[in-house]
């Protein structure tokens, strides 16, 4: 028969062995389930990335469709290891996945800069725009297209410096593209199929300066 003491030092070693085998049947964090919001903040993550041109469509389609059936933490975490981060995420730190940088989403004064003179610069695609888009040219026609771009919200404005130049909108359907505090000097604001925007619908708003220039809006089919 133990004594007394050897019976307390028995009853510690099973108590310590119990402890352990619960912390080891708990989830390591790669294995998390994943919520909604984990997925679609991994999935705004990689649309960004394809609008500043880190992966192509092929990529993005390819990861998205993992992200929409992703179950776990590590699962996200690895589509998203090579990119930077623009929305909050859980961190998963695991020797299986990588840590998830996280920072901030963009402010919602970034701008969108782009300078021309004798050129024709060209947005299109997945490419990222901000609520504010600053376009300042001579001799030249901007290209604009909205139909693919990652867009930050309902309301974009785009203030023109043009002289001799053309921009051009290329949109989606129920767009609004509306002129507001623009100066027009010899210059044409040129929407003729506006049609009644859709609930929701993408605005843009034109202002600034036109100076023999001219806006032209193409709408995609509706």
């Not at 708990?26 to 389930?33: A, K």
């Not at 623009?86 to 730190?93: E, N, Y």
């Amino acid at each position: 028969m133990p004594n007394e003491s050897e019976s307390k030092a028995l009853d510690l070693r099973k108590s310590e062995s119990k402890a352990l085998d619960l912390r080891e049947s708990e989830p390591r964090p790669v294995d998390l389930r994943a919520s909604h919001d984990d997925r679609e903040r991994v999935i705004e993550i990689l649309r960004t990335a394809a609008g500043d041109g880190r992966i192509d469509l092929d990529e993005l389609d390819e990861r998205l469709e993992i992200a929409f059936g992703a179950r776990t933490m590590g699962e996200l975490a690895v589509l998203v290891a090579d990119l930077p981060q623009t929305a909050a995420v859980p961190a998963v730190r695991t020797a299986e996945a990588p840590a998830l940088r996280t920072a901030g989403a963009p402010a919602t004064g970034d701008v969108v800069r782009i300078e021309y003179e004798h050129g024709s610069p060209e947005r299109v695609g997945p490419w990222r725009a901000a609520s504010r888009i600053e376009v300042t040219g001579e001799h030249g026609t901007c290209t604009l297209d909205f139909r693919q771009a990652v867009l930050p919200g309902s309301d974009i404005v785009i203030d023109v410096d043009l002289r001799h130049g053309t921009l051009q909108l290329i949109v989606p359907p129920g767009t609004v593209v509306e002129p507001s505090d623009l100066d027009c000097e010899h210059s044409e604001f040129d929407d003729r199929r506006a049609r009644q925007a859709h609930a929701g619908a993408l605005r843009l708003v034109v202002t600034g300066l036109l100076a023999h220039s001219r806006v032209r809006v193409k709408r995609a089919s509706q």
